[in-house]
Each structure stands twice: as structure tokens, then as C-alpha cells.
């Protein structure tokens, strides 16, 4: 079967660098995204990897080992806009997309 | 360019009720994506429509059904509604045929918010 794995729940403070999990586990992989949500907004695409290694995008950097099933993202100088869900979802051999449960950032002054 | 529109944004209905919600996907998509969210649950697939047709279909009993237009807009009807149907349903569109790549995101709306009491 196919299963994702994020943190619940994060804090950080604003200035600083936070690394969100995504562990999976598929018997087939055709590349991991990352989404943001705000409270009531709709998830907003942030990267996309099917490749080993970091992407790094801005402040954004979005992290893949296949090997390892694992996956993160890194925001760098947070800022209290930050404060989201991150959504971690795997797109199977399918290509059907597959998603964890969101981890909820909270960015303190 | 305008994003994908959902509506209504709220919604409450009441046990046994049939619930319809609606979607416009961005302009010249013709896939859309049908997602419930449930508070502390990932995003659940719950169908995917392209080119009019019915593609793929999540783990959901029939009483969750669809359409697509001729416009690639679409509706998403729920029958004999249920306590546990009280979700976030989330719209989203893509190019033609599915997102493959990261050129080929999905694109969300902001979502309809179905209340059952």
C-alpha cells in the first residue's frame, strides 16, 4: 500500500529555518509536491521533485531521497506569513496523487 | 487571469439532504479534480474528470457523484447526505491529461465548506 507521514504541528520563530518531514512508503513514485495552505485559502503549488536532491527555490528549498522514502521542505528566514499548512503529496505509478495530512506551521515573533 | 471558482463557499444542510457544488476551472484547462478535507485528514481523491469524461474515481460510496460540461466546468452532487460528509471540498484544474510533472500543476480553489447538522 501507499502511506505518507508529516508532523502534526510545528513552531518556529520568525527569522528562522524550519525543515518539514514527509516520509512515504509506494511501490511506485512519479515525483513528490509540496502545497501551501493558509487558513481558508486554497493549497498554492510550492515544488515538485523526481529527482534526488535539494531544489531550491527563494526562501523555499524542497529536498528528495527515493532510496529513503523521505522527503522535506526547508524555509529559510521565516516570516510570520509563513504560518500555514504544508501539504506533502506523492504521485504513485498511476500518477494519481496521494496526500499526507498536512503539517501546521506556527511562526512566533 | 482568473483562478478556479468555486461555489457556494458555505453550505449547510441537513441529514438525508442532497448537497450540489460547483467548479470553473482556469481557462484553458479541461481537467478537474475533486478533493474532500476532512479537519485533520489529507485531501481525499474523489474524482477526476478530463475532456468531459469521468477518469478516475476515489474510495467513495456512489452517493458522491459528478459531471463535467461541455465548458470544462463542473459539479460535484452529494445524495442522502451524512454527519461525516462535513468536510472542505476543494476544486482544482490542470492542463489536459493529468499532473504529471511539475509543469503541469493542479490549481486549486479555495474551496466549498459543507456543513451537515
Known amino acids: 500500500g501507499q502511506n505518507i507521514d508529516q508532523p502534526t504541528e510545528m513552531t518556529a520563530t520568525e527569522g528562522a529555518i524550519v525543515q518539514i518531514n514527509c516520509t512515504y512508503q509506494?511501490?511506485?513514485?512519479?515525483?513528490l509536491f509540496w502545497y501551501q495552505q493558509h487558513a481558508g485559502e486554497a493549497p498554492t503549488f510550492l515544488s515538485y521533485?523526481?529527482l534526488d536532491g535539494l531544489e531550491e527555490k527563494g526562501r523555499f528549498s524542497s529536498f528528495l531521497s527515493r532510496s529513503k522514502g523521505y522527503s522535506y521542505l526547508l524555509l529559510k528566514e521565516l516570516q510570520m506569513k509563513d504560518s500555514a499548512s504544508y501539504l506533502c503529496?506523492?504521485?504513485?505509478?498511476?500518477?494519481?496523487?496521494?496526500w499526507g495530512a498536512g503539517t501546521k506551521l506556527i511562526i512566533k515573533p | 487571469e482568473a483562478g478556479v471558482t468555486q461555489s457556494p463557499t458555505h453550505l449547510i444542510k441537513t441529514r438525508g439532504q442532497q448537497a450540489t457544488l460547483r467548479c470553473s476551472p482556469i481557462?484553458?484547462?479541461?481537467?478537474v479534480y475533486w478533493y474532500q478535507q476532512a479537519l485533520g485528514l489529507g485531501l481525499q481523491f474523489l474524482l477526476w474528470?478530463?475532456?468531459?469524461?469521468?477518469?478516475n474515481r476515489g474510495n467513495f460510496p456512489p452517493r458522491f457523484s459528478g459531471r463535467q460540461f461541455p465548458n470544462y466546468s463542473s459539479e460535484l452532487n452529494v445524495n442522502a447526505l451524512e454527519l461525516e460528509d462535513s468536510a472542505l471540498y476543494l476544486c482544482?484544474?490542470?492542463?489536459?491529461?493529468?499532473?504529471?510533472?511539475?509543469?503541469?500543476?493542479?490549481?486549486f480553489g479555495a474551496g466549498s465548506r459543507l456543513t451537515v447538522l
Open positions: 481557462s484553458g484547462h479541461t481537467s
Open positions: 503529496a506523492l504521485m504513485d505509478s498511476n500518477y494519481q496523487l496521494i
Open positions: 509506494t511501490s511506485g513514485f512519479n515525483g
Open positions: 482544482a484544474s490542470s492542463r489536459p491529461g493529468g499532473p504529471y510533472s511539475g509543469a503541469n500543476v493542479l490549481t
Open positions: 474528470y478530463d475532456e468531459g469524461e469521468e477518469r
Open positions: 521533485n523526481v
